[in-house]
Nanobody
């Protein structure tokens, strides 16, 4: 099982980016899919999460600016980031709680991270 994140980059303050994360491999089912971020010298924090049924939750710092969504048929989660601020600069990681056919137990998987840099 592999999670592949993409879509990061350099953007000016006020701009937008869309991150994608696709899960692939021998997947039986995926429950929660989340986005985390980690800025230099800071702890990794949850940015947004979504359940299989579509329920969502957001960190207070991104509410109203970021939108998480998922395509269950494609095993993909997205993060639309609008009105970006310099303090959003971080490495963004996707995470999924899923069951693979080999182990048939829920386990957490992580993507490799994608850098988002917002210039002032």
């Amino acid at each position: 099982v592999q999670l592949q994140a993409s879509g990061g980059g350099l953007v000016q303050a006020g701009g937008s980016l869309r991150l994608s994360c696709a899960a692939s491999g021998s997947i039986f089912s995926i429950s929660a899919m989340n986005w985390y971020r980690q800025a230099p010298e800071k702890q990794r924090e949850l940015v947004a999460g979504t359940t299989r049924s579509g329920s969502t939750n957001y960190a207070d710092s991104v509410k109203g600016r970021f939108t998480i969504s998922r395509d269950n048929a494609k095993n993909t989660v997205y993060l639309q980031m609008n009105s970006l601020k310099p303090e959003d600069t971080a490495v963004y990681y996707c995470n999924a709680d899923l069951i693979d056919f080999q182990n048939m137990v829920v386990a957490a998987y992580w993507g490799q991270g994608t850098q988002v840099t917002v210039s002032s």
